[in-house]
């Protein structure tokens, strides 16, 4: 968080009355442990710090107060060989800077903030071209890698274009046009199928060139990926007519389309009805079938014998991308149609109204492909591909008419809809987006398109890459424990963890459940290998133990993923026990209570420990080192160095907490021979027993979580690392958060009704 420790600004709500003064305080600590290397005469780094005297100075340097405090916190400074300042002073000078920061934030000028253009990321961009496109691959499959900046890989300041980028974006758009249109269509395919072959199956050996049939049908399965008009023929005769001809229909998927009659004749006077209707994509089946099998005295059967099928089409192969692509009024002159067909192509990339000189020049484009011999669509292709490598397309530029002018204000309408979309679907702003942002509606309706959104199936991106970079589970998918210690880890394995974790946020924001589930949620979604992991064997949470006879389970299939409703008793409920967090927060070979207790120090409650000090060394793991005692005595024997001691005590016991699943997930009662120990005190001096009595206690802390997730989230939704002048709103949105019962959706809303979420400055 780049406005100030997160510890400081949680110091602000529990101030007492007698809180220090900066003026005297805070300028005494600083004289006495800072001037000396950071003054007038010598300002190590560059950095001096005696000009800060008052609170005017104080606020007039509030960057470099942040960065003191951050060095102070995180043991870099002052220098090993200087006195430290003790725990007491440290906190006095924190109190009273806080102080200072706090009341000037409440009368502060609204500040939003500044969003650096844009490049769209990897994801943005698949998913942009298959909304504007509708193509059906990832174009983006094999574009470098994004940068990652304050945990995300959406943030403009680390979103650079390099050279090899730009060649791959070139390569893409034209990879894209030639599938989206077709300027030469093939000419409809035709699909045969011998009568030797169709359904219900026989022996093929055993049938001549036609195949008879007395009764029932005959039928195959065609999978079409176009609709369209196709046209169906079918080569037959019949014998055994008598004075009835053998009658017939043809139907597809069951539905009748046409009847006919055939006489008697033989092979040489087969005939070969031919007809056409329109079919949609998909699997069609299509049948002929007898109607009336039996001459009058039912003594001889009518026969009809089949040759073949044949199917053509459809008519027009030209690509729906195509036909969706390309549509205008053909009544108008090709001028007017190629303005209509890129005008609106070209607002739907840029996500705004096209300006006449865009569209112009897109125009003068075509025209000139054409003039080189390329035919209409081939002149329309030549045109889009421009737009699919032009700026407007590959940066969110939220264009500015006053970008000298520190004023905020709001986003024009179109602006706030690709924010919008953005945020919640990785993608573009859809048609009702638009439509609403013509009319200048979308600000006035943010609440219930926010609903909208959320449960339209395109918000599990909000999963896939919110809520996975958030919880750093991409880590999962490089994770690789030693394989004679952890058979039971699979590739299938890795994949399932993945999927229990999304599926469960996936559940928390479909059914806007308070996002408190993430601590103790009584739910989770398993297959069959995870489930063997976890020894849960049925959906109502029963495991393994004769005791457990919960009513109603059933058994959870090998393949597919079901709800599983977690008894109130049960260990695994909310995300911390979930085998992918346990997994990522392990070693390869052992687990790891620092790690553990990091993550929740710092993913959950958004406090995280300073980093170490330089120079300790590595817990030893040799085999002659584990028999000598558990993992936790051999860490109490690590925190008897001072260095470490400190960091540790926030860390060890809430990772322990966790002690009793293993590197993978799985239940444990024994650290190799020694007895696990799940119990530990916190360093607000709460104790806890196990992982549930743990994720009590968290819960109370749901100030701190909701902090946290909502930075991580309005961080995520903007683009950008907060700043001091962020927190006014921050504060909005957990205050939001709580009046609207820590639901999923009050969280996003206050989010999107934030001013850095909608408003916009200057430069200045």
Request: net charge positive.
């Amino acid at each position: 968080m780049r406005f100030g420790l997160p510890s400081l600004l949680l110091l602000i709500c529990a101030l007492p009355a007698f809180a220090a003064d900066f003026s005297k305080e805070g300028v005494a600590f600083l004289n006495k442990h800072c001037i000396g290397c950071h003054g007038e005469k010598k300002k190590n780094a560059g950095v001096a710090l005696h000009t800060i005297t008052n609170e005017a100075a104080l606020l007039g340097d509030r960057k470099k107060m942040q960065s003191v405090l951050r060095m102070i916190d995180n043991g870099e400074m002052p220098p090993k060989e200087k006195p430290r300042p003790t725990v007491e002073e440290f906190d006095a000078f924190k109190k009273s800077v806080a102080l200072v920061f706090d009341k000037a934030d409440k009368n502060a000028k609204p500040d939003p903030g500044r969003v650096t253009v844009r490049r769209l990321n990897k994801t943005e961009y698949a998913k942009t071209i298959r909304d504007l496109v509708g193509i059906d691959f990832n174009p983006a499959e094999d574009f470098p890698a994004d940068d990652i900046g304050y945990g995300f890989d959406n943030i403009g300041d680390v979103l650079t274009l390099s050279p090899v980028l730009m060649e791959r974006y070139l390569a893409a758009a034209e990879a894209i046009v030639n599938r989206a249109i077709t300027p030469i269509p093939p000419k409809p395919p035709v699909r045969g199928v011998s009568g030797k072959y169709l359904e219900p199956a026989t022996n093929a050996e055993k049938i001549g060139r036609f195949r008879p049939m007395t009764k029932g049908n005959l039928n195959s399965l065609f999978t079409l990926t176009l609709g369209g008009e196709y046209t169906f023929r079918f080569r037959a005769y019949a014998t055994g007519c008598g004075s009835e001809p053998v009658k017939v229909t043809v139907s597809v998927d069951g539905k009748e389309v046409k009847t006919l009659t055939f006489a008697d004749g033989d092979d040489k006077k087969a005939t070969e009805p031919e007809f056409k209707f329109p079919l949609e994509k998909g699997n069609r089946r299509i049948a002929v079938t007898f109607t009336n099998p039996f001459k009058d005295d039912k003594a001889v059967e009518r026969t009809l014998h089949i040759e073949n099928f044949h199917l053509t089409g459809p008519a027009d192969t030209r690509p729906e991308t195509q036909m969706k692509l390309m549509a205008c009024d053909t009544s108008k002159p090709k001028r007017e149609q190629i303005a209509e067909i890129l005008r609106r192509f070209a607002a739907k990339a840029y996500r705004r109204p096209a300006t006449n000189d865009e569209v112009g020049r897109l125009i003068a484009l075509a025209e000139g492909a054409e003039t080189r011999g390329e035919n209409f669509p081939g002149a329309i292709q030549f045109a889009m591909q421009a737009v699919l490598v032009s700026p407007k397309f590959l940066f969110r530029v939220e264009l500015d008419d006053r970008p000298q002018s520190a004023d905020p204000r709001p986003l024009d309408e179109y602006q706030l809809a690709s924010r919008l979309s953005y945020f919640l679907w990785s993608s573009m702003p859809d048609d009702e987006l638009f439509a609403l942002a013509e009319k200048k509606q979308l600000a006035a309706n943010l609440e219930p398109q926010v609903r909208r959104m959320l449960q339209d199936p395109k918000a599990k991106s909000l999963v896939d890459h919110f809520v996975m970079q958030w919880l750093q589970l991409q880590r999962l998918q490089s994770f690789a424990p030693d394989a004679r210690q952890f058979p039971l880890f699979t590739e299938q394995v890795r994949s399932a963890m993945r999927t229990e974790t999304s599926l469960f946020f996936e559940e928390l924001i479909r059914e806007d459940r308070p996002i408190l589930d993430i601590i103790d949620g009584r739910y989770t979604y398993l297959n069959g290998p995870l489930a063997s992991l976890y020894g849960i064997k049925d959906t109502v949470g029963n495991t393994h133990d004769p005791k457990d006879k919960r009513p109603g389970g059933k058994p959870i299939p090998y393949d597919k993923f079901v709800r599983v409703e977690l008894p109130p008793e049960s260990i695994r409920g909310g995300i911390l026990t979930h085998a992918s967090i346990l997994t990522v927060t392990s070693n390869p070979t052992r687990t790891s209570p620092v790690k553990r207790g990091k993550w929740v120090l710092e993913q959950i409650l958004g406090t995280p420990p300073p980093p170490p000090p330089p120079d300790v060394p590595e817990l030893k793991d040799d085999t002659k080192t584990v028999a000598t005692g558990s993992l936790r005595k051999r860490m109490e024997e690590h925190r008897k160095n001072p260095a470490c001691a400190n960091c540790h005590a926030k860390m060890d016991d809430m990772g322990f907490a966790f002690e009793n699943f293993n590197a993978i997930g799985a239940f444990r009662a024994k650290d190799g021979e020694f007895p696990i120990e799940p119990a530990g005190v916190l360093s607000d001096g709460k104790a806890f027993k196990n992982p549930n009595e743990l994720k009590a206690i968290l819960k109370e802390k749901k100030e701190l979580l909701t902090r946290n997730l909502a930075e991580k989230l309005l961080t995520y939704a903007i683009g950008r690392g907060l700043e001091w002048y962020d927190k006014r709103a921050l504060d909005a949105i957990v205050a939001g958060t709580a009046k609207g019962e820590y639901k999923f959706s009050a969280l996003v809303l206050e989010a999107v009704r934030s001013d850095p979420f909608r408003m916009r400055r200057g430069t200045n």
